[in-house]
């Protein structure tokens, strides 16, 4: 054995758990139990009808419903994004940002450009023919405008309140 060549082998592991945070997403699983949850969750799904009724049908012959399609598309994803902030509780994590103003600021200027949006909207069908595809999905899109309008303002009225009761606090 004295020619026997002797080899060394050097094992390591590494774990790659180093470099994961450990943090995890916080959801606030009653959120859609509040009166702000509901509202929230009405605006999401009446504003999808709204600008959905619209997209279907010839609406670029009609240039006021790109105004429609504008506010209806716009509100829904920020709505999309503060419902996300919701559920996760971002909130918490970003103290800086007045959330109870932000929130009153958003749903206040909904509530006036869905108003707009829904009159707009409601003005338009007479340029559709009666008993058509356009002409339904129009007059269904300004009904589902006129209840995103309500929502919003139920939203703006919960927001109001709870801005008020947070500038008495302090």
Excluded at 44 to 59: K, S
Excluded at 110 to 116: E, I, S
Excluded at 148 to 161: I, Q, R
Aim: contains cysteine.
């Amino acid at each position: 054995m004295e020619g026997a060549a002797t080899r060394t082998v050097i094992t390591s592991t590494s774990s790659s758990t180093d470099n994961f945070s450990t943090s995890t997403l916080a959801c606030d699983r009653h959120f859609f139990r509040t009166a702000s949850g509901l509202l929230v969750f009405a605006e999401i799904v009446f504003g999808l009808l709204v600008w959905m009724l619209i997209a279907g049908t010839e609406y670029f012959r009609v240039s006021a419903f790109g105004w429609v399609m504008f506010v209806a598309i716009l509100y829904w994803v920020l709505t999309v994004i503060f419902l996300i902030i919701y559920l996760t509780m971002a909130y918490n994590r970003i103290p800086q940002v007045p959330w109870t103003t932000v929130g009153l600021f958003f749903n206040s200027s909904a509530t006036v450009m869905y108003v707009v949006a829904a009159a707009v909207d409601a003005a338009s069908i007479s340029h559709a023919v009666k008993g058509r595809h356009n002409y339904n999905c129009w007059v269904a899109s300004t009904f589902f405008a006129f209840l995103v309008t309500l929502c919003y303002a139920g939203s703006t009225y919960l927001s109001f309140k709870f801005w008020r009761s947070r500038d008495e606090e302090q």
